[in-house]
């Protein structure tokens, strides 16, 4: 080392990468940083000879390296040459390092220089980096979601479910220009879609991570998404990654539910019955808003309380429902009773009550119609129709990613599929996937492993067992994993929770069965048509009553069955219903016999799940209350016409009496006067004078009766008035 100089030496020492010179094959020099490379001290290592070097590193060629370097030198080609190594420490650590070689002359001296570089750190980063790649790949390559990344508005990734989805290659995505994305987004939604992507790239903090819009498929086909998006850097830039689920089909779903609920619904308030439904302790879960103006009780007065706590009937009278009660859920059927209540406000009134078993999926509830006929009761001779009334009854997650080794252990779970079962990720890991299944489904549960294990891809519905026992329902997506030599080192499950759609799809079936039950149970006529009056639905009642078969009426336009002077009544009345959503009118209507009945009906504007109008249908047969209406009318009229005749007459005897009194009065006076003047001649005998004097009595008694009748006159005229004195009673 005396050949070089003192700086020299204390710059190799003092380098961060490790530093020898050797000379002849013998090492002359070797720094700190070196020595904490190999692990060797550097008095150990100056001991060697260029072979031992290495043999102790473990580099075969490293001589032939060295002599390489020599030529080159010698050819005056003086450039630094790079390998890369790994190489064993003295711990029998395996380390990754850079090897430079050079040669230089000092002093006339040749020098072979040697530098050395971990790499080892940047080298694990390397691997950890393609390893997360390679499982990023495979669980991208393998999900049912659909997965891409999108920067500066293209698409840099794109899994093979995102382009199934859209219905395009990924050839064809991965080359649109920038911005060209958008054309698989609707119309009304690419706006805000857009934004929420910019947002993300950009990492902005009020980005929505979650959101549903509407997208265009290569076909022109519209579905709804659902999309889950994140802010990452993709090779050293901002971008966003993106998961989108087709929802499609659960929106379907919802959608007929709250159409079949709307119709119930529309149906169950639209009654002109009271509708209670029970359980079968009687206590009450539903009613419609008829029981107000029936009882005078609020809904939410009503509902969860028990019937026979509400006092509405005597109580011999709640003992004999009681009882039928208890037939109903024996299953025999029972007559109609008409009943005596009371309202909330004490008064009394008169029902016709009818119970009858409904059945909703596993669950048994008590159906009560009750009518009011007290107006039949109090009025019996005027209406003997006896009405009657029935009722009618009418999530979405993102997927959570469960992998498996061969041995069936868990090895990776993401968050949502720990939400999904109740637990942590930390707790799932290393859990045998068969220790989240009920013991009654495991030969099932391995019978689908094997197919998956035989590389079969396959979706199930699977029920599991939560941490806190409760027990859901999934869908399940598989497919295997195999190494790079062909070997099945596990499974990967795409896992959605459908406990929900199960409930709902449960939800949907009990609606449909209540709207059918009410519907074809019923006596009143139902029907529904659209925008142009054409039947579109009519229950059995319709056929039965106006006698035509169902098929003459499908299709057929309302308005041709009504009577022809009612059409502009009808048409006006209509109108009103749709401005109004709702209404009733009386209506006429031509049976197939040719006659017409009278119909109360009742119409409700809705919405079907294609969002088109229709309208409602719910009617009663009046004809004959009509018919009774006009034989009232007409005997009103009659009754009318004979008071006024007998006013006339009275009016008619009155002058008369007024008439006679006065020519009466006349000829008496004349008598009278005659009678006394002849009493006081001296010439009668005793004979002569009793008969004047009883001229004179009958002529005071037809005078009476003259001033009577006078006084009778001037009473109906109202001439004479009644004055008012006060009097002292005898106390005798």
């Known amino acids: 080392m005396s050949s070089l100089d003192s700086l020299t030496q204390r710059k190799l020492s003092e380098s961060m990468m490790g530093i020898i010179l050797i000379q002849n094959d013998k090492i002359q020099h070797v720094n700190e940083a070196f020595s904490r490379i190999i692990e060797y001290p550097i008095r150990e290592i100056l001991n060697w000879t260029l072979e031992e070097l290495a043999t102790k590193i473990h580099i075969d060629d490293l001589i032939l390296k060295l002599q390489h370097i020599k030529n080159m030198q010698d050819k005056k080609d003086i450039s630094i040459k790079k390998c890369t190594y790994n190489i064993r420490t003295k711990s029998g650590k395996i380390k990754w390092i850079n090897l430079y070689f050079d040669s230089f002359l000092s002093s006339g001296i040749n ?141 379907k779903l919802i959608q007929k539910i709250q159409e079949s609920e709307a119709k119930y619904r529309a149906l169950f308030e639209n009654s002109p019955y009271a509708i209670i439904l029970f359980d079968t302790d009687g206590n009450i879960l539903d009613c419609n808003s008829m029981i107000e103006t029936l009882f005078g009780y609020k809904q939410n007065e009503l509902i969860g309380r028990n019937f026979l706590d509400i006092k509405a009937y005597p109580p011999d009278i709640a003992q004999v429902l009681q009882k039928r009660i208890e037939i109903v859920l024996k299953g025999q059927s029972t007559k109609p009773l008409e009943l005596p209540a009371y309202r909330k406000d004490g008064k009394k009134l008169y029902v016709n009550t009818r119970a009858s078993l409904v059945k909703l999926g596993n669950k048994t509830y008590i159906q009560a119609i009750i009518q009011d006929i007290t107006e039949k009761k109090e009025a019996e001779e005027k209406l003997k129709e006896s009405e009657r009334k029935y009722r009618t009854l009418v999530e979405n997650a993102q997927e959570g990613i469960w992998v498996i080794d061969e041995k069936d252990k868990t090895t990776f779970v993401n968050q949502r599929l720990a939400e999904i079962l109740g637990y942590t990720v930390e707790e799932l890991l290393g859990k045998y996937i068969f220790s989240f299944i009920d013991e009654k489904d495991l030969p099932l549960a391995k019978d689908y492993l094997a197919q998956v294990k035989k590389g079969i891809k396959e979706q199930h519905f699977f029920e599991f067992i939560r941490k806190d026992g409760r027990r859901i329902y999934t869908s399940l997506e598989t497919g295997p994993i195999y190494d790079e030599n062909g070997s099945y080192k596990g499974a990967i499950a795409c896992v959605s929770d459908i406990t929900n759609w199960k409930k709902a799809e449960q939800k949907l079936i009990e609606s449909e069965e209540k709207y059918r039950f009410i519907t074809e149970k019923t006596n009143y006529l ?78 409700r504007f809705i919405m079907d799940r294609n969002e088109k109008d229709k309208i409602i249908i719910v009617a009663q047969d009046i004809t004959e209350r009509k018919r009774l209406e006009k034989t009232q009318l007409e005997l009103l009229s009659k009754i009318q016409r004979q008071n006024e005749e007998l006013k006339e007459l009275d009016r008619i005897k009155d002058e008369f009496f007024a008439d006679i009194s006065h020519e009466l009065r006349t000829p008496l006076v004349a008598i009278k006067g005659f009678a006394e003047l002849l009493l006081k001649s001296s010439n009668l005998d005793e004979t002569q004078r009793e008969d004047l004097k009883i001229i004179l009595r009958n002529e005071k008694r037809i005078e009476h009766l003259v001033n009577e009748m006078l006084e009778y006159s001037r009473l109906k005229s109202g001439k004479i008035r009644f004055k008012k004195e006060v009097f002292i009673r005898s106390k005798a």
């Open 526 to 603: 139902i029907a529904i048509l659209n925008k142009e009056f054409k039947c579109e639905f009519i229950n059995e009642s319709c056929i039965k009553t106006l006698g035509y078969e169902r098929e003459e009426l499908l299709g057929k336009n309302g308005q041709e069955l009504v009577y022809p002077d009612d059409f502009e009544q009808v048409r006006k009345q209509f109108k009103k219903i749709s401005e109004k959503g709702e209404g009733t009118l009386e209506v006429r209507i031509k049976k197939k016999d040719g006659t017409y009945i009278w119909l109360e009906v009742s119409g």
């Open 111 to 251: 020098y072979e220089l040697i530098l050395i570089n971990d790499i080892t750190e940047s080298k694990n980063i390397e691997a950890a980096l393609k390893e997360s790649e390679e499982k990023f790949r495979i669980i991208a390559e393998q999900s049912f979601m659909g997965i891409a990344i999108l920067q500066n508005g293209t698409f840099k990734y794109v899994n093979n479910r995102f382009a199934n989805i859209f219905g395009y290659s990924l050839k064809e995505m991965l080359s649109w220009p920038s911005e060209d994305y958008l054309k698989i987004i609707h119309p009304d939604d690419r706006e805000f879609v857009r934004n929420q992507a910019r947002k993300k790239e950009r990492g902005n903090k009020d980005a929505m991570t979650q959101y549903q819009f509407r997208s265009i498929k290569k076909s022109g086909e519209i579905i709804w998404l659902e999309i889950y998006s994140k802010s990452i850097i993709f090779q050293g830039k901002p971008a966003d990654m993106i998961t989108v689920v087709d929802i499609t089909e659960k929106n």
